[in-house]
C-alpha cells in the first residue's frame, strides 16, 4: 500500500522569505502522480503543482516548485517570496495512476507572519 | 477553471435522522467523483468513489449501507448519511474528474468547498 509521510506538522516563515515543505512516499509503482494541495481557513482545497514521475524535471508554477527525486521517494515543496495568503494547510498526495485514488499526507501548517 | 459546488456547506441534523449531501460539477462532466472524510485538523480520508451510472466502489472500513451514493448524472453526485449519529459529524469534501483516459485532465481532481455536518 501507497503512504505519504509529512514530518513537519507546523512551519513558520517570515514574509518575502522562503520555505520549504518536506513529503516523502513509498510506492512499488512506477507510473504515478505527485501533488500538493492547498488548503486554507475557508478548507476548500486548491491545487498548486503536480508532478508526474515520469518526468525528470522538476515542475514550477510562479513562486511554487518541488525537488523531485524519484529514487529517494522525495517530494518537497519550496515556496519563494511568501506572502501572507500563502498561509495554510499544505497536502502532500500521491495518485496511483491505476487506481485513480488521491492519497494524502497528513500535512503541514504554514504560517506566514509579517 | 473546473468548478465544483457543494450544498449544503453546513449541516445540524438530530442524531438519528438522515441526511443528504450534494457535489454538482459547474462547468464540465465529471466522469468520476469522489467523496472523502475529514475530521478537525486531519488529513483528507478517501470514502468513496462514483462513477456516473454505476455503483460507488467504497474504501475498507466504510459502511456502504450507512453511507449512500447516487451518481445518476455527469455533473450530480449525492451522498445521503442515514441514521446519522454524533460520531459522523465530520467535513465531507466531494471532489470530480474531468477529461477522459489519455487526456491531460484525466488525473486531476477539482474540489467542491466542502460540508460541515454536525449531528446532535
Known amino acids: 500500500a501507497q503512504t505519504v509521510t509529512q514530518s513537519q506538522p507546523e512551519m513558520s516563515v517570515q514574509e518575502a522569505e522562503t520555505v520549504t515543505l518536506s513529503c516523502t512516499y513509498d510506492?512499488?509503482?512506477?507510473?504515478?502522480?505527485l501533488f500538493w494541495y492547498k488548503q486554507p481557513p475557508s478548507r476548500q482545497m486548491i491545487l498548486v503543482i503536480r508532478?508526474?514521475?515520469?518526468?525528470?524535471q522538476n515542475a514550477t508554477e510562479n513562486r511554487f516548485s518541488v525537488n523531485f527525486q524519484k529514487a529517494a521517494k522525495s517530494f518537497s515543496l519550496k515556496i519563494s517570496d511568501s506572502q501572507l495568503g500563502d498561509t495554510a494547510m499544505y497536502f502532500c498526495?500521491?495518485?496511483?495512476?491505476?487506481?485513480?485514488?488521491?492519497?494524502f499526507g497528513t500535512g503541514t501548517r504554514l504560517q506566514v507572519f509579517p | 477553471g473546473a468548478v465544483v459546488s457543494q450544498h449544503p456547506s453546513w449541516v445540524i441534523c438530530k442524531s438519528g435522522t438522515s441526511v443528504k449531501i450534494e457535489c454538482r460539477s459547474l462547468?464540465?462532466?465529471?466522469?468520476?467523483m469522489f467523496w472523502y472524510r475529514q475530521f478537525p485538523k486531519q488529513s483528507l480520508m478517501l470514502m468513496a468513489t462514483?462513477?456516473?451510472?454505476?455503483?460507488?466502489?467504497?474504501e475498507q472500513g466504510v459502511e456502504k449501507d450507512k453511507f449512500l451514493i447516487n451518481h445518476a448524472s455527469l455533473t450530480l453526485s449525492t451522498l445521503t448519511v442515514t441514521s446519522a449519529h454524533p460520531e459522523d459529524s465530520s467535513f465531507y469534501i466531494c471532489?470530480?474528474?474531468?477529461?477522459?483516459?489519455?487526456?491531460?485532465?484525466?488525473?486531476?481532481?477539482?474540489f467542491g468547498p466542502g460540508t460541515r455536518l454536525t449531528v446532535l
Open positions: 498526495a500521491f495518485m496511483n495512476l491505476g487506481t485513480d485514488k488521491l492519497i
Open positions: 510506492t512499488s509503482e512506477n507510473n504515478y502522480y
Open positions: 508532478q508526474e514521475a515520469y518526468k525528470q
Open positions: 462547468d464540465f462532466q465529471a466522469t468520476t
Open positions: 471532489s470530480a474528474r474531468a477529461g477522459l483516459a489519455g487526456e491531460e485532465s484525466y488525473n486531476e481532481q477539482f
Open positions: 462514483s462513477n456516473e451510472g454505476s455503483k460507488a466502489t467504497y
